[in-house]
């Protein structure tokens, strides 16, 4: 029996500015597999980002392998997406079914005049999920990992084999975007807080 894995990602909340990119994974083991893995490849569009921090304190649940591009809110080249590696030991049951959990951030859009839409549908691809093992006997090459050439741990990766590998789906995000015409309103009430805060300190 040849290892199998499906997957279904969703978002949550599909909207927003601090979603969830959620993989619901289920595995069929070969029952001679020998250190089972999954490697998760997310790349996401310049509209979202990831904090590396955050995601090195989820060590319980998944390891993160790497990311590259702007991976956080401050950086420039706006054109730029973000790549994002991790990995996660299973079990060694047959089957089973595991669920992991990538929060990522939407950056502020561009405002627009009030006769737009105030939000934006940003479409992109659910990760790339790879069932990979260590054992070459039990676990027979029925594909390839992409090609993470850019992470410190390429080589670890290249001695392993793929057993399964799920196709790609399409998700999407509805992001707020800001309204040129609240500007002067936005000022306003702004500089009002300010005085009201020094006259109450003084």
Known sequence: MASKLSTNSTLDPAYGSHPS????????????IATPHLFLHYELPPLLFVDPYELEMRDAEYQLLGTRGRVNEGEEEEAIGVEVVIQRKLPTETTGSARVQLPVHVRYGEPVASTSKPYIIQEFSGPTVVLACDDTLSCANTGKYPNFYWLPSQPRLGA??????????????????????DLPTVELGTTAVVLACFAWVS
């Open 160 to 181: 392993r084999r793929s057993a399964a590998q799920s196709p790609e789906q399409s998700l999407a995000i509805s992001a707020p975007l800001g309204n040129t015409l």
């Open 21 to 32: 990119i959620i993989p619901d994974i289920h595995i069929s083991l070969h029952p001679r």
